[in-house]
């Protein structure tokens, strides 16, 4: 979420407003969640307080919060601020830049670093008197009526998107605050913390952090707002969506779940929507909110016609389960669940290991990346097809995954071509994992071999200065799958289905209460339907009435 320019986040979801006589386990009502940043007028206010749960807000009257806390006394209203960025148009700006020791700095021009885009500056997480300034900003501009803050841009690790201030060049920080960046942004929490004893949210849904906050904000899950209407994730990232929800429900914060559609094509975002939605019910829980925005844009306006409705699937039996899966293409990698250990794989540098503790199934391999330590494997060469698709996948895990001179120097895994003679062939074909901490996540990435290859070889562990230790596992290396994938989630009130994968497909569904005749459903790839047993009125466009 990238707020420095005046915009909306516009969460568009079904209808939450707690009615009376509400039963309080039956969670599978959505809660939603709404973000201003300007365009809210006196005629939203009673569709705001109506339909929202969670309201983030940096440009609204201030009398219009109170009223909307009126209608709707137990909305949640979260005051907006950035962690990461000032602008010079900031109110205090001009004793800001007095303090030079606040503002990060490119290691070899000694610049300011800028973000090009947003023309926002970076400043130093690593000083105390900053991260002081920063946490009393905080506090002192959230009106008493907010019961907590919302702080966005809370990165897990650098994200180098700044240039040098002055001559705009592509810049680069010390390798301290790279390395040191999540502590850092740590200290800023306990900082807050110390000051402020009302709820403290932050836009990243990352594990490190959530000790330190009452919830966190899942930007970009399946469809995000930066993405075409065209876009669909590929499979692996669609899952990856999913287990990463899964993972932070363990830590009982609130989780905020944002989808999103670019708004290029109006008549393509309630299909978005609908996919986005049954998505969600696959991994909500008492602790999750959905949100959905509908342009790029970020301006309040309105809540979309098709939101306007209310969803009671009950309570869930279970957790998200595979129907069906279209049928895998072999492994062209012939060991590489690691279950022989290193057989058909060559240590290459530093001192990998064999781990039977960490594994999807079997055994994984573990890398370190330290000073003097940089733990990699390459395999044999693998005879390929010139001018054919093919898809390199992997599970992994990480304690830490971090870049320091670059962003692809890190834990992943490095694919090349050989011609005839195996000679190498120009082009990287790799794959990068995530930077950060997380539990075992699948990879995957496509491309096309060249026109003379005839051999491939991967390489696989830390790259360059690359720092932290991850576990491997399941790496696949063949032609990409284009069947279905159909994952179900049953509730006692209905079921949602959603296909994920590339291909159309019919499936049985199991007998409801009100469905004798146990109906066949056709899901399209790229699509989620929502499955009510019983009759009732206002049902959203994606649901089957049985």
């Known amino acids: 979420m990238k707020k420095i320019v005046t915009k909306v986040f516009l969460f568009v979801l079904i209808n939450a407003f707690i009615q009376c006589g509400l039963n309080s386990n039956t969670f599978a009502k959505t809660r939603r969640h709404l973000v201003i940043h300007g365009g809210l007028s006196a005629v939203d206010l009673l569709a705001v307080a109506k339909n929202t749960d969670y309201l983030i807000v940096s440009d609204a009257r201030l009398d219009y919060l109170k009223q909307i806390k009126q209608m709707n006394p137990r909305l949640i209203l979260l005051k907006y601020h950035n962690a990461l960025g000032v602008r010079e148009s900031y109110p205090q700006w001009n004793y800001i830049q007095k303090n030079e020791d606040w503002f990060v700095h490119d290691k070899y021009t000694n610049q300011r670093l800028k973000a090009q885009k947003y023309g926002w500056y970076l400043?130093?997480?690593?000083?105390?008197?900053?991260?002081?300034?920063?946490?009393r900003k905080v506090v002192s501009e959230t009106d008493d009526l907010f019961d907590g803050v919302f702080i966005d841009d809370f990165w897990s690790h650098f994200v180098n998107k700044f240039w040098t201030a002055r001559t705009q060049s592509p810049a680069q920080p010390s390798e301290s605050l790279i390395r040191e960046w999540d502590q850092n942004m740590i200290l800023i929490l306990k900082q807050i913390r110390s000051l402020y004893s009302q709820l403290i949210f932050i836009n990243g849904a990352h594990q490190k952090y959530m000790h330190y906050v009452d919830g966190c904000m899942e930007e970009g899950f399946v469809h995000a707002n930066w993405h075409s209407d065209g876009h669909f994730p590929d499979p692996s990232k669609y899952l990856r969506s999913l287990l990463k929800i899964q993972q932070l429900k363990k830590f009982a914060k609130t989780i905020l779940v944002q989808s999103g559609s670019?708004?290029?094509?109006?008549?393509?975002i309630e299909h978005i929507f609908n996919f986005c939605v049954a998505s969600y019910f696959l991994v909500s829980a008492r602790n999750t909110s959905?949100?959905?925005?509908?342009?790029?844009?970020y301006y309040f306006k309105g809540i979309p016609p098709y939101d306007n409705y209310s969803l009671d699937l009950g309570l869930p039996k279970g957790d998200f389960y595979m129907v069906t899966e279209g049928r895998h293409p072999p492994n062209l990698i012939p060991y590489g669940n690691f279950d022989d250990g290193f057989r058909g794989w060559k240590i290459l540098t530093g001192a990998p290991s064999v781990d039977t503790g960490q594994s999807i199934n079997g055994r994984a391999i573990l890398f370190v990346g330290a000073p003097g330590r940089s733990d990699k494997i390459i395999s044999k060469y693998i005879p390929v097809t010139a001018n054919k698709d093919y898809m390199l996948s992997a599970y992994c895990k990480s304690e830490m995954n971090q870049a320091l001179s670059a962003g692809y120097?890190?834990?992943g895994l490095q694919g090349r071509y050989y011609d005839k003679n195996k000679t190498r062939l120009p082009g990287a074909f790799d794959l990068q994992f995530d930077a950060g901490t997380f539990d075992w996540l699948p990879f995957a990435i496509t491309h096309t071999s060249p026109s003379s290859a005839a051999y491939f070889r991967l390489r696989l562990g830390f790259i360059g200065d690359g720092l932290g230790k991850g576990w491997v596992d399941e790496v696949y290396f063949g032609p990409p799958p284009v069947g279905e994938k159909i994952l179900r989630r049953d509730f006692s009130h209905g079921l949602v289905i959603v296909n994920y994968g590339l291909k159309d497909a019919t499936v049985?569904?199991?007998?409801?209460?009100?469905?004798?005749?146990?109906?066949?459903?056709?899901?399209?790839?790229?699509?989620?339907?929502?499955?009510?047993?019983?009759?009732g009125d206002n049902h959203p466009p994606n649901t089957v009435v049985k």
């Open 123 to 135: 400043m130093n997480n690593a000083d105390a008197s900053w991260r002081n300034f920063l946490a």
């Open 262 to 268: 670019r708004g290029d094509n109006p008549t393509d």
């Open 290 to 297: 959905f949100g959905f925005h509908p342009l790029h844009t």
């Open 409 to 411: 120097k890190k834990l």
């Open 508 to 535: 049985a569904l199991n007998r409801l209460s009100q469905d004798p005749n146990g109906k066949h459903l056709t899901i399209k790839a790229g699509e989620g339907k929502i499955i009510i047993a019983g009759s």
